[in-house]
Every structure is written in C-alpha cells, then in structure tokens.
C-alpha cells in the first residue's frame, strides 16, 4: 500500500529523512516511535504530499506519486492527478484541526463536496454512520468547540474517513488530549484496525503500539534504526539506541 525507497528529505541545510526504506501492506498497523526530532512526522507528511522530498521514489497503492533524484522531478505528476493520489490517504493530527464555523455533520460532509464533487444529500448517510461509529451522532449539530478534546479527535479520524481513504495516517493523534480522553480515541483507532484499515501510527502509547500494531518501527535521527514486532521491539530490542530509548519511555 505505501513503499518509501530511499527517501532523503532536508529542510536547507538541515536533513531530516537519510534514507528510509519502508513497505507497509494492505492491514497492517504500523507503529512509529522515536525521540522527538527524529523525522516521524516528516516521514508521514512525506508519504502523503504534504512535503516535497529531496530524493527518493514514493509508491502509494502500487502508484508512483514521487520519484525524485538529485532534485530533479522525475514523474512531474500533474497537480489534479497528485491532488487525487492524496485523497487515497486520510491524515489525523495531533491537533484537531477541525472547521470551527461547521457543524460536526458538516466537517464530516465538506471535503467530499468540495473535494470529490459528491452531492450533500448522497454523503450525509455515509457522514451519520461514520459518527455513529464514533459514538457521536448526537453531537451532529454541534460545532466543534462545544466537544472535548477526545470528541473533537473522534470527529476528526471520521472526517478523515468520510473521504474513503485506503490508508489513515496518524501523528500522535492522542498527545494533545487530557490523560482521561486518550482511550476513548485510541478505542476507535483500535476498531478502525480490526475492521482491516491499513495504518500508519506515530505514537508514545506503547500499550497501544503493542496491543494494536502488526509492526513497531523506531526512528532516531532521520532513519530507520530497527523494526519488528511488538514483541521483538519492546521484549528484546536489538539496537542499543532502541534500548536507550525505551528505557527512557517505559
Ligand atoms: P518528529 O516528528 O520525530 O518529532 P519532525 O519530523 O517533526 O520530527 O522533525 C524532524 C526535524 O526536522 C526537526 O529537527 C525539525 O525541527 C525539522 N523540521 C521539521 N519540519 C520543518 C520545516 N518545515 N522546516 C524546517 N525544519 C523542519
Ligand atoms: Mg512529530
């Protein structure tokens, strides 16, 4: 569903991503985790276009979206095709970043409008079940301020969804949130995982990592220390740096 080749990524002076080889196929859970500053949301913003890379090639549902080499474009993919690619994706922040002047419904239904040109009336059904699944179909009606912190993350993985992503992406979709709402989003990232969503996670929860993930993968400065899973990862790190690491966490 996603193969990353070589991927290098430098903001100036600065590189960021050196080299990262990664495949996730259709189901997996991929987890993420690193110390902070190590390229995790870079690599995620990478693999969904929201950043350019410096070099490397970038395949999402077997399709070539970048493919770059010493800065030079090599697929020049024409932005309405690139801006189609990325609708195959669904991205929740660790902000929620929902539309404060829309209804709960209506952040749901907007970018299905907007974007894929879909009429109001054929997305609410699909729109209410999505809430349904979230357990917030009360708040329908709502604007966002008027949720907490765990119903506004809840209603942002279902805006995602609403766009009928192939893949959901997540960047520490829990970390802005009060300790006592971080289960019930993580609950429905759970259910999202058993219904078959393939997933990208960036996350400090561990517990989740190791009951939820299919994969752990550890980042430290920019590229891929070491992977494998849960049980490898968290039971029997083979890196020192992974080890360092989690010692400092757990
Ligand atoms: P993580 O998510 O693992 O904490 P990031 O991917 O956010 O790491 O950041 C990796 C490095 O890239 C950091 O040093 C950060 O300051 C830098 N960085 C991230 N985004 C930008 C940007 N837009 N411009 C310049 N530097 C950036
Ligand atoms: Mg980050």
Redesign the pocket.
Known sequence: MIKLENVYKS??D?L?LKGINLEVAEGEVVCII??????????L?CMNQL?TITSGKILIDGNLVSHIDEGKDLLNLPEKEASKLRTSLGMVFQRFNLFPHLTVLENLTIAPELVKGEKKENITGKAMSLLKSVGLLDKKDEFPSKLSGGQQQRVAIARALAMNPSIMLF?EPTSALDPELVGEVLEVMKKLAEEGMTMVV?THEMGFAREVGTRVIF?DE?QIVEEGTPEEIFDAPKMERTNVFLNKIL
Do not use: I
């Open positions: 903001f100036g600065l960021v690193g110390p902070s500053g190590s390229g995790k949301s870079t690599m913003r950043e960047d960036v980042m920019g």
